[in-house]
């Protein structure tokens, strides 16, 4: 006799992966939280957009490509930010810089106030929307200068799943939060590998190179460098259960962007004299080196 | 950029329950917008980054309201989406309305 309560039919069912890459940004946010406990914050009906897009012949979205959902997770208060990687590249501009900054003001006054609220930033982004640059780079320190206040008080938990990547301003944010989760196709650099063939010629980085820039900007390197806290597969329930442990694990002791001894001490050691390859980084940088 | 604005008769109230949002303002993709109105007609409101296909979109929206009754407002903002996405979309929004 069995007690499982599965359905017949999906016993003998192979296991199939659910995958979180193919969901939009909003789809993204709400696989997060508990059942009915959340609602969205400034959604597309509010109709807040950029009002900078039209006059450059660039269609605004309702929602500037930002969707806030507070809700709880685990029974816990918690603000869920996405960028959605398909409108603009998850560009951040002036509209969804300042819904993330004050989303995150709204954590910092709960937590002020006696109520635990925890944030999630799923961060699908090229950096700043170039069609809003200063804005954009305003944004980035407003949200960055909200977060050192927030992560003092409540885990901030990053993801970036792919295909996007985060890069830019915003992989400085990724790099300030309290835990960074990444998949395999994720990616994670401060200069994006087209902006670096761009300025320094193809020799120097080629982004046509795929498996070059996995090799470096890569989930599983970032990740085997002790650059990311937790390497999951393309899979909803996968990366649902990394990001609620660590958002269980609650403000971390240490913060990678604290060692700064580490870090410099790291890249004075490193020999630029010959080329590094990325098997040999994984070696020196191990992430069990990190503590 | 071009904004287009369309009317069209609507027989029903009530045809749209609650409100939707389907779509992103991806390459190929559009967003539409569809709120339930207290009206006798439909009104639609495109906003796209490809100017010069007002037929096109007359065409396609025709179609659509030649099944559809409700009193509703629509916005779309696209962003280069074929006649083919913006039907389905449409449909999309309706049904998740309901």
Same mark, same amino acid.
């Given at each position: &006799?069995?007690?499982?309560?599965?359905?017949?039919?999906?016993?003998h &069912?192979? $296991?199939?992966?659910d995958?979180?890459?193919?969901?939009?940004?909003r789809?993204?946010?709400?696989?997060?939280?508990?059942?009915?406990s959340?609602?969205?914050?400034?959604g597309?009906f509010?109709?807040?957009?950029?009002?900078?897009?039209?006059?450059?012949?660039?269609?605004?979205?309702?929602?500037?490509?930002?969707?806030v959902?507070?809700g709880?997770?685990?029974?816990? +208060?918690?603000?869920?930010v996405?960028?959605?990687?398909?409108?603009?590249?998850?560009?951040?501009?002036?509209?969804?810089?300042a819904?993330?900054?004050?989303?995150?003001?709204?954590a910092?006054?709960?937590n002020?106030n006696?109520?635990q609220?925890?944030?999630?930033?799923?961060?699908?982004?090229g950096?700043?929307?170039l069609?809003?640059?200063?804005?954009?780079?305003?944004?980035v320190a407003?949200?960055?200068? +909200?977060l050192?206040?927030?992560?003092?008080?409540?885990?901030?938990?990053?993801l970036?799943a792919?295909?996007?990547?985060?890069?830019?301003? &915003?992989?400085?944010v990724?790099?300030?939060?309290s835990?960074m989760? &990444?998949?395999?196709?994720?990616r994670?650099?401060?200069?994006?590998?087209?902006?670096i063939e761009?300025?320094?010629g193809?020799?120097?980085?080629?982004? $046509?190179?795929?498996?070059?820039?996995?090799?470096?900007d890569?989930?599983?390197?970032r990740?085997?460098?002790?650059?990311?806290?937790?390497?999951?597969q393309d899979?909803?329930?996968e990366?649902?259960?990394a990001?609620?442990?660590?958002?269980?694990?609650?403000?971390p002791?240490?913060?990678?962007?604290?060692?700064?001894?580490?870090?410099?001490?790291?890249i004075?050691?490193?020999d630029?004299?010959?080329?590094?390859?990325?098997?040999?980084?994984r070696?020196?940088?191990?992430?069990e080196?990190?503590k | 950029?071009?904004?287009l604005e369309?009317?069209?008769?609507?027989?029903?109230?009530?045809?749209?329950?609650?409100?939707?949002?389907?779509?992103?303002?991806?390459?190929?993709?559009?967003?539409?917008?569809?709120?339930?109105?207290d009206?006798?007609?439909? @009104?639609?409101r495109i906003?796209?980054?490809v100017p010069?296909?007002?037929? @096109?979109? @007359?065409?396609?929206?025709?179609?659509?309201?030649?099944k559809?009754?409700?009193?509703?407002?629509?916005?779309i903002?696209d962003?280069?989406?074929?006649?083919?996405?913006?039907?389905?979309r449409?449909? @999309?929004?309706?049904?998740?309305?309901?």
């Amino acid at each position: &006799m069995t007690t499982s309560t599965e359905p017949l039919s999906s016993v003998h &069912m192979p $296991k199939r992966r659910d995958s979180f890459i193919e969901l939009n940004g909003r789809e993204r946010a709400l696989v997060f939280c508990d059942l009915d406990s959340w609602r969205e914050l400034l959604g597309p009906f509010d109709r807040l957009e950029s009002p900078w897009l039209l006059p450059q012949n660039v269609t605004p979205q309702a929602d500037d490509g930002c969707i806030v959902i507070k809700g709880k997770i685990d029974g816990v +208060s918690t603000v869920v930010v996405s960028m959605e990687p398909a409108f603009q590249g998850g560009s951040l501009g002036e509209v969804s810089g300042a819904k993330i900054c004050a989303a995150l003001d709204l954590a910092c006054r709960d937590n002020e106030n006696g109520i635990q609220t925890n944030a999630v930033l799923l961060l699908e982004t090229g950096g700043v929307r170039l069609t809003e640059a200063n804005l954009g780079l305003a944004a980035v320190a407003e949200i960055i200068s +909200s977060l050192l206040s927030l992560r003092q008080l409540a885990p901030i938990v990053c993801l970036t799943a792919g295909t996007v990547g985060c890069f830019g301003g &915003m992989s400085l944010v990724a790099a300030l939060s309290s835990y960074m989760v &990444m998949t395999v196709e994720g990616r994670l650099g401060l200069n994006g590998p087209e902006v670096i063939e761009q300025e320094h010629g193809v020799e120097e980085f080629d982004s $046509k190179d795929r498996a070059l820039i996995w090799a470096i900007d890569g989930g599983e390197q970032r990740y085997a460098t002790g650059l990311a806290d937790a390497l999951v597969q393309d899979d909803v329930g996968e990366i649902r259960q990394a990001v609620r442990g660590l958002l269980k694990a609650g403000v971390p002791s240490v913060y990678r962007s604290a060692q700064v001894d580490l870090y410099r001490k790291r890249i004075a050691a490193l020999d630029t004299a010959q080329q590094f390859n990325p098997e040999d980084l994984r070696k020196t940088w191990h992430r069990e080196n990190t503590k | 950029m071009e904004t287009l604005e369309f009317k069209f008769s609507a027989k029903k109230k009530g045809t749209a329950k609650k409100r939707a949002h389907v779509g992103v303002v991806g390459s190929g993709d559009l967003e539409v917008l569809l709120e339930p109105l207290d009206t006798a007609d439909a @009104q639609v409101r495109i906003r796209t980054s490809v100017p010069g296909f007002s037929q @096109q979109w @007359q065409a396609v929206l025709d179609r659509f309201f030649m099944k559809y009754d409700g009193a509703v407002a629509i916005e779309i903002n696209d962003a280069g989406a074929t006649p083919g996405v913006v039907a389905l979309r449409l449909a @999309q929004a309706a049904e998740a309305s309901e």
